[in-house]
């Protein structure tokens, strides 16, 4: 399954590590990543596809959530059709 997760926040050291570390725990393999620092504020959007037989979509979801907050930063994850969906009305 593809999935976007995006990361909003604060700038400061060990965004990207955290993120991709939950990632790579769980077998997402992160396939483009782009980051901006607006005025102090981190953002970033990840293309990643979740392995067929990992983990659960909302393990995944509450794990990446949880370190964001450790961060002070909002990281969510959106399945991919979702996105092609909303496009497509």
């Known amino acids: 399954m593809q999935a976007v997760i995006t990361v909003v926040g ?4 060990g965004i990207l590590a955290k993120v991709s570390t939950i990632c ?4 997402v393999n992160i396939e483009e ?3 901006s620092i607006l005025r102090g504020t981190f953002a ?5 596809t979740l392995p ?12 990446l959530r949880a ?15 979702i996105y092609d ?3 497509n009305i």
């Open 52 to 63: 067929q037989d990992g983990v659960a979509f909302s393990t995944l979801a509450e794990e």
């Open 33 to 35: 990543v782009t980051q």
């Open 67 to 81: 370190g964001g907050q450790e961060l002070g930063v909002d990281v969510n994850i959106t399945r991919q059709d």
């Open 44 to 48: 970033m959007i990840m293309l990643c």
């Open 24 to 27: 790579a725990e769980h077998g």
């Open 85 to 87: 969906v909303m496009h």
């Open 10 to 13: 604060s700038d400061k050291v």
